[in-house]
Antibody
């Protein structure tokens, strides 16, 4: 059974960089069928896709966050990571990592999710 | 970006009721539409993918339909564990994935 687990600081100061890591167990991050994503949810609000990475290192980011986001992968550790720079209070959210399965027909869906980690931006 | 609009935003229903939630896309997305269930303090759970395919392990009382711009999620007979928030998500534009704003399903 695939499991994803987020880790990182729960409190970040304004203007600093938020850094989170997702550790994947029960499956290889190098499998070609999957993209590895970050999604966030501000308290009491809806879901926002941040971006994803393929095991090869190819990345795709939400255009609204692209200038501040970097996602990287470490296949040797079966981990991928998120960095979000110049954070403000608006970046306070639960951050989820998720696996996106894709098939030959172009369908894709988030089939496994981490439990989520709350990151608060405050001085 | 493709905008996803769900209706209603909230809904009150009773155990045993048949419930339908609607999701509309701002442009055609073929059948690239997924539905998720989220309970308080938990991660979303995939229910339906490709508009109408039931994810493994999901009860058959959940069903999805639609294509193009209009989609529905139906729960045929509400169970106590179904009270949650439901989100649709389009995967047509893989370079800019978007979710609906959510539909909160509450006990009447």
């Amino acid at each position: 059974q695939v499991q994803l687990q987020e880790s990182g600081p729960g409190l970040v100061k304004p203007s600093q960089t938020l850094s989170l890591t997702c550790t994947v167990s029960g499956g290889s991050i190098s499998s070609g069928d999957y993209y590895w994503s970050w999604i966030r949810q501000p308290p009491g609000k809806g879901l926002e896709w941040i971006g994803y990475i393929y095991y090869s290192g190819s990345t795709y980011y939400n255009p609204s966050l692209k200038s501040r986001v970097t996602i990287s992968v470490d296949t040797s550790k079966n981990q991928f990571s998120l960095k979000l720079s110049s954070v403000t209070a608006a970046d306070t959210a639960v951050y989820y990592c998720a696996r996106e399965y894709t098939n030959d027909y172009g369908d894709s869906e988030f089939d496994y999710w981490g439990q989520g980690t709350l990151v608060t931006v405050s001085s | 970006d493709i905008q996803m609009t769900q209706s209603p935003s909230s809904l009150s229903a009773s155990v045993g009721d048949r419930v339908t939630i609607t999701c509309r896309a701002s442009q055609s997305i073929s059948s690239y539409l997924n539905w998720y269930q989220q309970k308080p303090g938990k991660a979303p759970k995939l229910l339906i993918y490709a508009a109408s395919s039931l994810q493994s392990g999901v009860p058959s009382r959940f069903s999805g339909s639609g294509s193009g711009t209009d989609f529905t999620l139906t729960i045929s007979s509400l169970q106590p564990e179904d009270f949650a928030t439901y989100y649709c998500q389009q995967s047509y534009s893989t370079l800019s994935i978007t979710f609906g704003q959510g539909t909160r399903l509450e006990i009447k």
